[in-house]
């Protein structure tokens, strides 16, 4: 089974500090994705990645950025985290082609306080 | 640009009804994909099913099924003799082709479907 897995299913973090969310997939995709979900507002695309080292700007990165090292890990930081921020946060992955689904992780809920 | 429209915010049904969860999409491809995914109150999306732009024919597996309507830009979702598991949240998306590599997906804003029992 494909498993995507995220480091926290809770964080609480305070206005300011730097935040590092985690995820990691088994299944040796190329793509990995960040989303935010938000009431009212679906699943928005934060950043995603087609290979490592590689990023691409989603339909919402501002006060985020990316990191991909190794290829079975996608990191999200935000630099200086603000309350605007609190969000259920969603890593997906998937293989390269546009036919195939994505694995979503169990989403980190994070509150910026 | 890509965009996806669920317009049914939520949906509450008694068990054993009959429900039709809409989508409507935008696109300027010629070849795309729809995808459906649901998210139980566990919070991990779980794929449903997948369909490409070349193939409007109805899918059914068991209770679900799919009418994908190219002419109308319709890729709509019924559950037939509804139960109370299939409270979730269901999301409609549209694959895009990222302009260097790779592909995304554009979600619409979801439809909370509470079965009662």
């Known amino acids: 089974d494909v498993k995507v897995t995220q480091s926290s299913r809770y964080l609480v973090k305070r206005t300011g500090e730097k935040v590092f969310l985690e995820c990691v997939q088994d299944?040796?995709?190329?793509?990995m994705f960040w989303y935010r979900q938000d009431p009212g507002l679906g699943l928005r695309l934060i950043y995603f990645?087609?290979?490592?080292?590689?990023?691409e700007k989603g339909d919402i990165p501002e006060g985020y950025s990316v990191s991909r090292e190794k290829k079975e890990r996608f990191s999200l930081i935000l630099e200086s985290a603000s309350t605007n921020q609190t969000s259920m946060y969603l890593c997906?992955?998937?293989?390269?082609?546009?036919?195939?689904?994505?694995?979503f992780g169990p989403g980190t809920r994070l509150t910026v306080l | 640009a890509q965009k996806v429209t669920q317009a049914q915010t939520e949906i509450s049904v008694v068990e054993k009804e009959d429900v039709t969860l809409d989508c409507v999409y935008e696109?300027?491809?010629?070849?795309?994909?729809l995808f459906w995914y649901k998210q139980p109150p566990s919070g991990e999306l779980v794929f449903l099913i997948r369909?490409?732009?070349?193939?409007?024919q109805n899918e059914i597996s068991g209770r679900y099924s799919w009418n994908f309507q190219k002419s109308t830009s319709s890729f709509n979702f019924t559950i037939t003799a509804s139960q109370v598991v299939d409270s979730a949240v269901y999301f409609c998306?549209?694959?895009?082709?990222?302009?260097?590599?790779?592909?995304?997906?554009?979600f619409g804003e979801g439809t909370q479907l509470t079965v009662n029992p």
């Open positions: 990645s087609y290979d490592v080292k590689m990023k």
């Open positions: 998306a549209l694959s895009d082709l990222a302009e260097t590599s790779g592909s995304r997906l554009t």
């Open positions: 299944m040796d995709h190329e793509n």
């Open positions: 696109t300027r491809d010629t070849t795309y994909y």
């Open positions: 369909r490409n732009s070349f193939d409007e």
């Open positions: 997906a992955s998937s293989l390269l082609s546009s036919y195939n689904e994505q694995f």
